[in-house]
């Protein structure tokens, strides 16, 4: 991709980029959130036309109109938010485009073969007549790379794929890539874990504001190296706090029973603990084992089954979303496309939506335009929210970090007595991720409660003042993060081990 420009109103989201992909190689990219690198991607992909530059194959000028041509050349991609038809089983999704019509007939016995022949070669284990809607994350983005590979690409682009991913499962995509790799094929691979950079690819592009800072070999350089690449400075990866200095119940939690939505079985099942102000605890635990269905069932998502929810001593069980919100309920979401944003209302918009009807934003049911324009101004400056058009952008247009922290700011500027906060940092790059950081202890410092689920140990170790270790359904173990350490979390979270008694 040769001096590639790409605009957007009021933003140049690709300014005059070359990027050079080798064959049978890694390739990350990097870049703050914003800085444009889906943008590049989707050029590649021939979602988006560049206003200026060229993209060459095997030294050939190519022009990618669409995603069809893109094919055509072996170019595939799997979206950071996935493009899989819900409804559909996971074969129909797969060769969705290139069905075998012939005759009139759709005939699927040959795809579903290649399909299984694929799944077996690289392990991208998926049950073909599945319904999208009905199986996990991980799985959903097996059949996205399956789509790639059922039409013989040789040129992935991967963006984000670990955002939504466990610990376990980004270990077996990683031994996919390289699997790829061995092969021939090529691989673009964006993600903000510097780690993951470090451990698969073989040379990093690194994007900023827009414009390509430099290509580095992975060999010849550091974490460090690259996050002052990305962010132009220093970054703590670790944050500094003071001890935990809880005081009264914010939050109570006694036995609570949750439903599952896609088993019979209760998901969560007999969950009790609590959260103190001043203090964070943190549900650590592997993704499906019932901290999403807690969730729901404590911000009202869901009913609950059975058991006591109390927020400031009042009983708020059975509360509507709103009411709990106004008791001082923060929640920033699992999927921030789902439960976080109106995707295509305003940012503005997406500010207020739990404040529009206080006094401060309408009049006798008249929205206060110019006000909760202000508003959305002085939050999009203080937590450095980056869009085209500022509070006017509409949610759908801005980079995935950006909507994730305008959600932030939103729920944190609340002033909540409790936040309950799932996967805050997830596709933050990590000058963002330090700035959350410091603004969940800055909460606790405040007197503020937060319950954080969160899948990333390191980000439990880090952040948490109590850890609880949920596996299938139950707590199964307190901890204390400076007596314990990521393996023994680890046991505990694949269910190898249990406390005695989980109290909490
Ligand atoms: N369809 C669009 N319409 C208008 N603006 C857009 C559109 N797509 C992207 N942008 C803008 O272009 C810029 C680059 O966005 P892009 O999604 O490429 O960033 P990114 O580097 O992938 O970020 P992230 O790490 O947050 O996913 C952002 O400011 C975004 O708001």
Not at 367 to 382: D, M, P, T
Not at 390 to 399: D, E, P, V, W, Y
Request: charged share 25%; glycine share 10%.
């Amino acid at each position: 991709m040769l001096h590639i420009t790409k605009e957007f109103p009021g933003i140049k989201a690709n300014d005059d980029v070359t990027l050079q992909l080798r064959k049978g190689e890694i390739h990350a990219l990097l870049g703050e959130n914003g800085a444009g690198k889906s943008t590049l991607m989707s050029v590649l992909f021939g979602l988006y036309q560049p206003e200026r530059g060229i993209i060459k194959k095997n030294g050939q000028e190519v022009k990618i109109n669409n995603p069809n041509d893109a094919n055509a050349l072996g170019i595939g991609m799997v979206h950071q938010h996935f493009k899989l038809v819900e409804c559909f089983t996971v074969l129909d999704n797969i060769i969705l485009g290139v069905e075998d019509t012939r005759h009139g007939f759709l005939r699927k016995d040959a795809a579903r073969k290649k399909v299984m022949e694929l799944s077996e070669k690289y392990g991208l284990r998926v049950d073909p007549d599945a319904l999208v809607s009905d199986i996990s994350v991980g799985m959903q983005q097996r059949v996205e790379i399956l789509k790639m590979l059922y039409r013989d690409n040789d040129i992935l682009i991967f963006d984000e794929p670990t955002a939504v991913l466990t610990p376990q499962e980004i270990d077996e995509l990683m031994e996919i890539m390289r699997g790829f790799k061995e092969e021939g094929k090529s691989i673009l691979f964006i993600t903000h874990k510097l780690n993951e950079i470090m451990a698969v690819a073989d040379r990093c592009t690194v994007l900023q504001k827009g414009k390509g800072i430099g290509t580095v070999e992975i060999a010849k350089t550091t974490k460090e190296e690259l996050s002052r690449m990305m962010v132009g400075r220093d970054v703590e990866f670790a944050v500094e706090k003071k001890p935990c200095e809880p005081g009264r119940t914010i939050l109570e939690v006694d036995n609570l029973v949750v439903a599952s939505k896609v088993h019979k079985n209760n998901a969560v099942k007999g969950v009790s603990f609590q959260v103190r102000a001043g203090e964070i605890v943190c549900v650590a635990g592997i993704e499906g084992n019932g901290q999403s269905e807690l969730v729901y069932g404590l911000t009202g998502l869901e009913k609950v089954v059975s058991g006591t929810i109390k927020l400031n001593g009042q009983d708020i069980t059975s509360a509507s979303i709103r009411t709990r919100s106004k008791d001082g309920m923060s929640h920033i979401p699992e999927d921030r496309h789902k439960h976080g944003l109106v995707l295509d209302y305003t940012l503005a918009d997406n500010l207020v939506l739990q404040r529009y009807w206080q006094p401060q934003f309408q009049n006798h049911g008249f929205i206060k335009k110019g006000a909760v324009l202000s508003y959305a101004e002085r939050l999009i400056e203080q937590y450095d929210v980056r869009s085209g058009q500022g509070a006017q952008t509409i949610a759908r247009s801005m980079s995935g970090g950006n909507q994730q922290k305008a959600i932030i700011a939103r729920e944190v500027d609340k002033d909540p007595d409790l936040l309950v906060a799932v996967q805050p940092t997830r596709g933050l790059d990590v000058g963002a991720i330090e700035y959350i950081h410091k603004q969940i202890v800055a909460e606790r410092d405040k007197g503020k409660a937060v319950l954080l689920i969160s899948l990333e140990l390191d980000e439990v170790m880090n952040l948490s003042d109590r850890i609880l270790v949920m596996y299938e359904g139950q707590i199964v173990g307190e901890f204390d993060p400076h007596k314990t350490t990521v393996e023994e979390l680890g046991l505990y979270m694949a269910g190898a081990k249990k406390q005695g008694e989980a109290k909490a």
